[in-house]
């Protein structure tokens, strides 16, 4: 099965709409299981936020549509997984 | 399923009325399976606690009614998941 | 369920009664599963103790009594959980 | 059930008799289920050791017996748990 | 079973295409379950990224060939696993 | 059951005869279930390695006799389990 | 069952041939369920590898032979185990 199934993402958004708003929206898009959004900081009028999407068959070009609509800027695509199953990433001892 | 389904709040309270009466109150509220309430820090007559709420259907304006009645205030939304399944964030090599 | 399922406390105590005693002591109360005490540091004549309690109906007020009535004092509740599953805190970027 | 399920002591014993035939002669009482021995510093003539019981109805006191039979002395009681399941100890933001 | 299961590469790649596309090129491969891509650095005009695939009967050449198609270039292979089952690195103490 | 379940070892061997063979050799015993033998530092003539042996019915002068037999000496018993179960060291506040 | 379940290896090869095609060679021997090969060091004309094999009868003369075949050295067996079941090293207090 050759579906996209994780995005990492790395975002800056303004303070509204609220995080709970914008998690419902992208879950809400087709082939998603489900979406975590996690705060790393927090400025004065936008916070950097990482953005997880895990699904079946997730549409890159779809999410980030709905993230722009909703006043965020996608900086980086931190990981991806495709395939029948979600593979995490290996340490190996360059990592350490 | 378009639902939230986990929010992790930073919130300011008195020390009255006490975590186990706050954290009562919340998990009374309808589509939540649990609460978990930490304190972070201790002062003279504050404390900074973080509240971990999981449940099927989170209503956020509703959680945040009941911490603010009983003397809460929330500083910031750190953490939200929705979806059929909890996603957890996903540690990449930017986090480490 | 709107049932208290965890308490954690930072607890001063005599040297006497023993552990063992409060432990059991704790335990023979209504709707507890297990309890757990930790000593944290020891003093000459105080120890202090984190006691974990959990359970499927905990009486924060009555636990409290025991602990009162075998000679220890409740310095701070560290943490709670309520509802009908034990929720876990969840680490976040601001915690590391 | 109101029973001790899990004791964790620090004591000081001489060489002899060998960890394995103290472990042995633990866990020939009643209630036990296993013992766990762990050395944690050797001196010339006398060995520093952390020893863990588990079990479904232990009691103290016969531990204690054994022990000082057998040249341990115990220094102190490091952890208790009782009840129908074994509760570990949960940390909190003050233990980090 | 004599098969290719895992194999885990250092890859530098342009920006162009993105980590979405390369994936679902990788994972259309025959005999793969699934890839993961981590991006480890940014730079202007290029990034390292760390892929991991696994399946139950990988091709490294052809691998090898989509990634330079795609224009990434193999640095090294940091780890592979072949079998019956994956099995992963086993710290020894001379890793600590 | 009042039997010896693991106990940890710490040996100083020669280069001769290998790893294999003694391991092949303790696990040829009577009651046990499995070996593992990590190497700790190597010298020019000899070894330090630490040997774990999990069974359900461990004879520790039968054990060192074998490991004496293909030139080891056991400088310490680090840690044994005795038991129906076998239970592990429990940290408590004292080790960190 | 005297048999000999893992072997980790320490070993220095040259760059040719590829990792995938040792781990495929190794694995086509008897007795054996999977290798993992990972990378430590890498210098102009070789490579430190760390070489894992399980199974249910390992033959090390064998195992040694294929990677003396493929131009590898094999400098130490860093750990290994042998029974019927696999037994991991037991971290002690030693080893902190």
Known sequence: MTK??????DVLKTHEPKLTDLAL?????E???GV???VHEIDKSTES????????DL???VIKDVIETMNG???SIDEVAAGTKIVDEVKTPQDR
């Open 31 to 33: 082939g998603i299981d």
């Open 4 to 9: 996209l199934r994780r995005v990492v993402l």
């Open 49 to 56: 936020v990482k953005i997880t999407v895990e699904g079946y």
């Open 73 to 75: 800027v996608i900086h």
């Open 59 to 61: 549409d890159y070009d």
């Open 25 to 29: 929206e992208i879950c809400a898009l």
């Open 36 to 38: 975590n959004i996690t």
